[in-house]
C-alpha cells in the first residue's frame, strides 16, 4: 500500500521560512518522480516544484529562487524548503509521486499539508 505523509506545514509571518517533508512508503523511491503541489483556496491545484532522481529540478515560476526542492532516496523522503515567504504562497501542500517508467504506476499523493503566511 502506497502512503505519502506530509509534515512541516503551519503559520508563518512574511518572509518567513518553511521546510515540508514528505515521506513516502509502499513504492521504490528512486524509480518515482516527486513533486509538490499546492492549492489555494478557490483556485485549482497547481505545480510547485518536481524532483526525478536524476534531472535538475523544476520550479513554478513563482518559487524561482525561494524554494528548493530535495529528495534523500535512503531515507524514502522529498522535502521543500520555502524561502521568503508571502501571503500568495497560502495554501494546501500535497507531495505527489508518479512513476513513468514501464510500469506506469500512480499518482500517489499525500493528504496535504497546510501553509498560511500572515502577519
Known amino acids: 500500500q502506497v502512503q505519502l505523509v506530509e509534515s512541516g506545514g503551519g503559520l508563518v509571518q512574511p518572509g518567513g521560512s518553511l521546510r515540508l517533508s514528505c515521506a513516502a512508503s509502499?513504492?521504490?523511491?528512486?524509480?518515482?518522480?516527486m513533486a509538490w503541489f499546492r492549492q489555494a483556496p478557490g483556485k485549482q491545484r497547481e505545480l510547485v516544484a518536481m524532483s526525478t532522481d536524476r534531472r535538475t529540478p523544476n520550479y513554478a515560476d513563482s518559487v524561482k529562487g525561494r524554494f528548493t526542492i530535495s529528495r534523500d532516496n535512503a531515507k524514502n523522503t522529498v522535502y521543500l524548503q520555502m524561502n521568503s515567504l508571502n501571503p500568495e504562497d497560502t495554501g494546501v501542500y500535497y507531495c505527489?509521486?508518479?512513476?513513468?517508467?514501464?510500469?506506469?504506476?500512480?499518482?500517489?499523493w499525500g493528504q496535504g499539508t497546510q501553509v498560511t503566511v500572515s502577519s
Open positions: 505527489q509521486a508518479v512513476r513513468w517508467t514501464i510500469p506506469v504506476r500512480g499518482p500517489y
Open positions: 509502499g513504492i521504490i523511491f528512486s524509480d518515482y518522480v
